[in-house]
């Protein structure tokens, strides 16, 4: 029998980044005194997926994007993002059918690793890769070698891995260029 995989993206795809995510921004800009109206929700909506720094700076060009994204990391910390709802389901009927299970994120290993393990979910994966694991970025298929490189140490190839992901730009088009 052949040894499959599948390899997941974090954010709006295993945990509801997207809503809640939205939600917890403008809640720093309220509680820094920035300015919020339609017009920066529209912006931040159409940019979703992009950066955080490059977010915040298109937004409010006159904070200083670092701190602001620095307490949006504290709050993902200490408030981690619910999983969306028949996640941890989907994830044992996989695991019971034998597939491996990796992780492939932007997100910094700290905060990956909260959100991870506040929602229950580290026995489910064999790899978490993150943000500092590679000097690539989506959707360039160097970004995903070291995880690439660990399930073929499983005998796993790419023709034998699913990736799932929710973004055209960055996973599926990554996707494309690995052919999985």
Known sequence: MKKRAVIFDLDGTLIDSGN?????ILAIAQRRGLPIDQSIETKLRGMWGKPA???ISACWPDTDAHDFHHEWEELDNSEPI??????REALWALRVRGLAQGVFTSRRRVTASVQISANGLSLFFWNVQTLED???KKPDPKSIEPT???FAELGI?????L???DSIQADW????????
């Open 157 to 161: 190839g790419t023709e034998n891995i």
């Open 163 to 165: 990736y799932v992901g």
């Open 82 to 87: 619910p999983l969306f709802p028949g996640t």
């Open 134 to 136: 590679s000097t690539f």
């Open 20 to 24: 809640e995510g939205l939600r917890r």
């Open 53 to 55: 720094i490059q977010l």
């Open 173 to 180: 088009m990554l996707a494309q260029a690995l052919g999985v």
């Open 148 to 150: 690439l490189k660990k």
